[in-house]
């Protein structure tokens, strides 16, 4: 039997120094092999990889994942599958860390599904995607949890198969109904009013100081997530808008029920026809959170106050 070609160690570090040995020796040896690299990491890592690489961190593509990924839906369509796809006709390495401290609780579902939908995502292709956990700062279950999303895992003694590798798992762990929120403004809507669940976004939105491009984003995405209802929630839906930790929430549920799990998370040419409407919330959002089952699905896109 074949090795998988697509490899996703979690390297487990505790110190700058494990970091910035572990990261520059896997750039290195792709540089070396003629392989792309690509590394989406928090800025301040960011930065002790770059200083460490010298001239060589020209020959990288670099992005700040705090930015990049803010929303760990975005990161496989956006990051991971937009630097692999560029480059499909060899074998491609990335670094990315898309769990640091100062992640919230609310964040980190989130990221953990997005961690096990990488398995799914790349299964089959020519890809590494190293994966750094920091033993020091992050909390211990999240570690833990790490070594349930990649098969393998690595520190500075060495690198070992994961007894507890167990994506599927973890996808459904975290597939739980989302907290119910103190206020918020509701509005259940058909093909007849669509406009106002847009509105009623629009003008929460605007009161909290949203303007220009980023209230267009909001519309948009309120529009696309009221469209999937129409289309595939039972033809109608209700909206519900709050703030929460320093965000603007909007949340559409409906009759639906997700069964694909990268729905969103594929990159989609823009001339091809078909929905895509879940991965402009991606794209658009600075967090999505979904909790779905037989008969219904909620959607929230948060978007950081201005």
Excluded: K
Aim: glycine content about 10%.
């Amino acid at each position: 039997m074949l090795a998988e070609p697509f490899s996703h160690p979690a390297l487990i570090y505790r110190s700058d120094q494990e970091y910035v040995a572990a990261t520059t020796a896997f750039v290195r040896e792709g540089l070396t092999a003629g392989e792309p690299v690509a590394i989406a990491v928090p800025g301040p890592n960011l930065a002790l990889i770059e200083s460490a690489l010298g001239a060589d961190a020209r020959r990288v593509r670099m992005l700040d994942m705090t930015v990049a990924g803010r929303n760990p839906g975005r990161i496989i369509p956006a990051v991971l599958r937009d630097f692999a796809d560029r480059h499909s006709d060899g074998r491609v390495r990335i670094i990315g860390e898309p769990i640091w401290p100062g992640r919230t609780e609310t964040e980190y579902p989130a990221c953990a599904q997005h961690e096990a939908l990488i398995n799914l995502s790349f299964a089959g292709r020519h890809v590494t995607i190293l994966c750094p956990y920091d033993a020091v700062g992050l909390d211990p279950e999240i570690i833990r949890e790490a070594a349930r999303t990649h098969p393998v895992l690595r520190d500075v003694s060495g690198e070992w198969h994961s007894d507890d590798y167990a994506p599927d798992l973890v996808v459904g762990w975290h597939n739980r109904p989302l907290q119910e929120p103190e206020h918020f403004e509701s509005l259940r809507f058909d093909s007849t009013n669509l406009w106002a669940a847009r509105g009623l976004a629009a003008r929460q939105a605007a009161a909290l100081g949203f303007t220009g491009d980023r209230l267009d984003d909001i519309r948009l995405a309120v529009a696309e997530l009221g469209a999937n209802s129409l289309d595939h929630g039972g033809g109608a839906g209700t909206i519900r808008v709050w703030t929460e930790g320093g965000r603007l929430v909007c949340e559409v549920s409906d009759s639906g029920h997700i069964t694909d799990p990268l729905v969103g998370r594929r990159p989609v040419d823009p001339r091809d026809p078909g929905s895509r409407g879940l991965l402009i919330v991606n794209l658009l959002s600075d967090l999505v959170r979904v909790h779905t089952r037989a008969g219904a699905t909620t959607i929230r896109a948060y978007f950081d106050l201005p």
